[in-house]
């Protein structure tokens, strides 16, 4: 069955029966609305009994008129933007496989049924340009819902709806200046993300956005009522929340999904490490060797696909009169088949029943977290205490790094560095809301020399493989260039160690006042 995706960017709005169309063409920016389109629509919503997509801001539907008809699931993107991908109507008692996949991160083992059916009529209007471009569609709908999941249920409601024609942002001014403005016609924006929402109400309350921070940096305002694992558990649900996107993202096979996956998995793990005091040891050490396992195979795929740009981009910088032989396309072979091996052991494991127990696990440590009594002290003093323990552990590794004989040996103990920088970066980051900008420098400077060593690592790793390739049996000429290529990354090597050493010192001095 064939499917597409597509970026959607709206901003919906709550309105009263009451409330009078606005002039649309009056609206800054609009140069001509289009004649009045109206539809009758009718959507099923399918969820698990426990909401589980509801609860994450996903919808799941099949819906009959208007001009796309069919299966369609929604994935946050963003505020105000999400990820719409379409199956053909088929079946409607069964979720066509394609879209299923997206969502078992959120689903796992848990049957899918109806939970709501929505009738909409719906008055569409076209907004345009100046120049006669297709800025957005705005739509005036009455829906009644009939819930059918918890107690049986009907409601009814008017809402208005802004869906920009671009979704590359190059309209975020034009969707500011409409909400603005439709705002001071006498409608609200809705802090719900769909309709399913709204009949839902507190049925299916969204869990936080990933990336959406309970306070700005700075402001920790109140911080002295928060307990430390508060503030914990409050990073803990939004790196969640980023990993089971990017799983439904990984499943689409979007760019970088990978990556962004593996670094939600080593944020978890990271902030669970050097916050462990603050909970029973059973229940974390479980989630951390859960999260390791998963970290690994998602690394193997990502460490391939940075190794092959790195050696593609090294021998595109050549002369080509030192590329001796098609070494390029060789490169990619190897490569590919390497990746493509990487790939099939990811789509295992995410199909794999101990990859729903650990994200079970995950979102039931959140919800009902076993804590101790650091967890349940005030935020400010432990996470201090924990966080600088952090610093203390990241200066005693350098100390080793510095010592230990070049080669070998130090670029193990610079790797170890690297991963005591990463650590602390995370645990920073979860500090935020409680130290504010204090926590976003360490942050940052932990960021920095965890930049620094990644580049060091990167070059270490690449050495490996030059070693291997110009070794090889019947690599004949090639093995020239691949010595090049060693040469080079050895001079990287030296460069990132020596930036590393001059920019170290001011990092190592941070602390959290308690």
Known sequence: ????????????????????????????????????????????????????????????????????????????????????????????????????????????????????????????????????????????DRVRAHVTVGDDRRLEWREWEVELAASDGTGDSLLATLTRQLSAAGATPSHRSSKLATALGGLGGELPMAGKADRKPGAAKGAGKKTAADAVLSYLQRQLAGLLLQDAHVRLGRDDSVHQMRAFTRRIRSVLHIYRPLFAPGPVNDLERGLKSLAETLGRYRDTEVLHERLR?????????????????????????????????????LTSPGYFRLLDDLEAFIEAPPLTEKGRAPARKTTAKLVNKAVKRLRKRHDAAVSAAVGQSRDEALHRVRKSAKKLRFAAAAAESVHG????????????????????QDSVLARRELLDLGSAPGTASAAFTYGVLHARESAVSDATERKYLKGSANTLKLRLKK
Not at 30 to 49: I, K, M, N, Q
Not at 339 to 345: C, F, I, M, Q
């Open 1 to 140: 069955m064939a499917t597409s995706s597509s970026v959607e960017a709206e901003q919906k709005f709550d309105a009263l029966e009451s409330t009078p169309l606005p002039m649309l063409d009056a609206i800054d920016g609009v140069g001509r609305v289009g004649d009045p389109v109206s539809h009758t629509l009718e959507a099923t919503y399918f969820d698990t009994s426990r909401l589980s997509l509801a609860r994450h801001g996903i919808t799941l539907r099949r819906r009959t008129g208007g001009h796309d008809a069919g299966w369609h699931l929604k994935l946050p993107l963003g505020p105000g933007k999400r990820t719409e991908i379409h199956a053909p109507l088929g079946s409607a008692d069964t979720v066509p496989v394609e879209l299923m996949d997206r969502v078992l991160a959120y689903t796992r083992a848990h049957a899918v049924l109806a939970v709501a059916t929505l009738h909409t009529d719906r008055m569409s209007y076209a907004l345009y340009g100046g120049q006669g471009e297709r800025l957005a569609d705005f739509v005036d």
């Open 313 to 349: 981009d090294a021998l595109d910088e050549l002369p080509e009169n030192l590329v001796l032989g098609p070494l390029h396309d060789e490169l990619d072979q190897r490569m590919m088949i390497r990746a493509d091996t990487a790939l099939a052991a990811i789509r295992t494991r």
């Open 437 to 456: 900008k204090r926590a976003a420098k360490l942050g940052k400077a932990a960021h920095k020399v965890q930049s620094v060593l990644g580049t060091h």
